[in-house]
Antibody
């Protein structure tokens, strides 16, 4: 059974950093592109970043480009999102998503709150 | 970026009656590979989105056949043939043809 488990969320001050992790199981992780999608409280869904199978191609939404980094460790079946220079508008639940084009499996999400 | 516009944002429904949710894209969603990557998701409060429909009209495994997707070009529709209480949730459309992938604002089904 496919399972995606995010971790690393929490409260951080504006300008701070946080690293999210997503542990994948139940499928061959290295065969799939992966993404992070976020949802601000009471708001809609927004794509944040996508990475290809080998970690060579990376795509970011304009609002996070230059501040966020996406990476993966296929040996550990793990996806990461390094978030720097965090802003209030980055407050959201962050979801790990398998195969962005298909978006067939989502994790339960981890909440990031940016506030002083 | 491709703008996805869902309507209505709130849809009062009567249990046992049909419901139709609309999703329009600001540009065509046919990919170079010939596929149209338009998906529908259902989201319950406090849960992650669940995909119901992909590539416009293909239903996911386990999704009741009262859900159907249709459309082409820039106009797409999710139909529920007979709304059940379990269906009264939030629904999003999403395009994954053009990066950045984008979602509609969501349509909230409510009991009339």
């Amino acid at each position: 059974e496919v399972h995606l488990a995010e971790s690393g969320g929490g409260l951080v001050q504006p300008g701070g950093s946080l690293r999210l992790s997503c542990a994948a199981s139940g499928f061959i992780f290295s065969n799939y592109w992966m993404s992070w999608v976020r949802q601000a409280p009471g708001r809609g869904l927004e794509w944040v970043a996508t990475i290809d199978r080998d970690g060579n191609e990376k795509y970011f939404v304009d609002s996070v480009r230059g501040r966020f980094t996406i990476s993966r460790d296929n040996a550990k079946n793990s996806l990461y999102l390094q978030m720097d220079s965090l802003r209030g508008e980055d407050t959201a639940v962050y979801y790990c998503v398998r195969d962005p084009r298909a978006s067939d499996y989502w994790g339960q999400g981890t909440l990031v709150t940016v506030s002083s | 970026d491709v703008v996805m516009t869902q309507s209505p944002l709130s849809l009062p429904v009567t249990l046992g009656q049909p419901a139709s949710l609309s999703c329009r894209s600001s540009q065509g969603l046919v990919h170079d590979d010939g596929n149209t990557y338009l998906s529908w998701f259902q989201q319950r409060p406090g849960q992650s989105p669940r995909r119901l429909i992909y590539k416009v009209s293909t239903r996911d495994s386990g999704v009741p056949d009262r859900f159907s997707g249709s459309g082409s070009g820039t106009d797409f529709t999710l139909k529920i043939s007979r709304v059940e209480a379990d269906d009264v949730e939030l629904y999003y459309c999403m395009q994954s043809t053009h990066w950045p992938y984008t979602f509609g604002q969501g349509t909230k089904l409510e009991i009339k």
